[in-house]
C-alpha cells in the first residue's frame, strides 16, 4: 500500500502544472465538479432504477424498495470507480479505499436530495414502471440530486477530496 501511496504522491507531484480539467490545488472548477457529479449519477442511477424496478415489480411498498434502491445506487456508485481504478492498475484492496475516498459523500447527498424529492412528490413511490409519473418523478429527483451534489463535489475536489483522489489515477 505505501507503494501505491507513494506513486500517486509522485504521480500527482508531476502533473501538478498541468490541467486536469480544472482541478487546481486552490479549488476545482465547475466543470470538473459537473464530470465527477454526473460519473456518480452514473452509478447511482443505474442503482436507483434497478432497485424501484425490482421493489416496484415486486409490489414491495416504499421503505423496502428505497432500501434497496439506495443499496444498489451505493454498490453501482462504488463499482464504477472500482472498475476505473482497478483498470489503471490498482490492487483491489486499494482501490476499494479509493472508491470509498471518492463516492462516499457525493453519492450520500445525491441519495438523500433524489429520494427526498422521491418522498415529496405526490404519488411518486406508489406509481407503476408503465406510469409516467414514476419515471417523471425520478427523472426530475435526478435532476435536483446533480443541482445539489454538484457543489459538494466541487469542494471536495477543491481540497484533493472526493474525486479529486479518483484523478489522481488516470494516465
Same mark, same amino acid.
Given at each position: 500500500? *505505501?507503494?501505491? *501511496?507513494?506513486?500517486? @504522491?509522485?504521480?500527482?507531484?508531476? !502533473?501538478?502544472?498541468?490541467? @486536469?480539467?480544472?482541478? /487546481?490545488?486552490?479549488? #476545482? %472548477?465547475? %466543470?470538473? $465538479?459537473?464530470?465527477? /457529479?454526473?460519473?456518480?449519477?452514473?452509478?447511482?442511477?443505474?442503482? *436507483?432504477?434497478?432497485?424501484?424496478?425490482?421493489?416496484?415489480?415486486?409490489?414491495?411498498? /416504499?421503505?423496502?424498495?428505497?432500501?434497496?434502491?439506495? $443499496?444498489? #445506487?451505493?454498490?453501482?456508485?462504488?463499482?464504477?470507480?472500482?472498475?476505473?481504478?482497478?483498470?489503471?492498475?490498482? %490492487?483491489?484492496?486499494?482501490?476499494?479505499?479509493?472508491? +470509498? =475516498? $471518492?463516492?462516499?459523500?457525493?453519492?450520500?447527498?445525491? *441519495?438523500?436530495?433524489?429520494?427526498?424529492?422521491?418522498?415529496?412528490?405526490?404519488?411518486?413511490?406508489?406509481? !407503476? +414502471? %408503465?406510469?409516467?409519473?414514476?419515471?417523471? $418523478? +425520478? =427523472?426530475? #429527483?435526478?435532476?435536483?440530486?446533480?443541482?445539489?451534489? /454538484?457543489?459538494?463535489?466541487?469542494?471536495?475536489?477543491?481540497?484533493?477530496?472526493? !474525486? =479529486?483522489?479518483?484523478?489522481?489515477? @488516470?494516465?
Amino acid at each position: 500500500m *505505501e507503494q501505491h *501511496e507513494g506513486h500517486a @504522491h509522485h504521480h500527482t507531484a508531476a !502533473h501538478a502544472g498541468h490541467d @486536469h480539467g480544472g482541478h /487546481t490545488p486552490g479549488g #476545482a %472548477s465547475w %466543470s470538473m $465538479a459537473a464530470k465527477a /457529479t454526473l460519473h456518480c449519477l452514473t452509478g447511482c442511477a443505474i442503482g *436507483e432504477v434497478l432497485g424501484m424496478i425490482i421493489g416496484t415489480a415486486l409490489g414491495w411498498g /416504499t421503505a423496502p424498495t428505497m432500501v434497496l434502491a439506495i $443499496a444498489l #445506487a451505493f454498490f453501482f456508485g462504488y463499482s464504477l470507480t472500482l472498475w476505473a481504478v482497478v483498470r489503471a492498475g490498482l %490492487s483491489l484492496k486499494a482501490a476499494i479505499g479509493v472508491a +470509498l =475516498a $471518492a463516492d462516499t459523500l457525493s453519492i450520500t447527498v445525491m *441519495e438523500i436530495a433524489d429520494n427526498g424529492v422521491l418522498l415529496l412528490v405526490p404519488g411518486a413511490m406508489e406509481a !407503476h +414502471l %408503465s406510469d409516467a409519473l414514476f419515471w417523471g $418523478a +425520478l =427523472a426530475f #429527483a435526478f435532476l435536483v440530486a446533480f443541482l445539489v451534489t /454538484t457543489p459538494v463535489n466541487k469542494w471536495l475536489i477543491g481540497r484533493g477530496k472526493g !474525486h =479529486a483522489v479518483v484523478h489522481r489515477y @488516470h494516465h
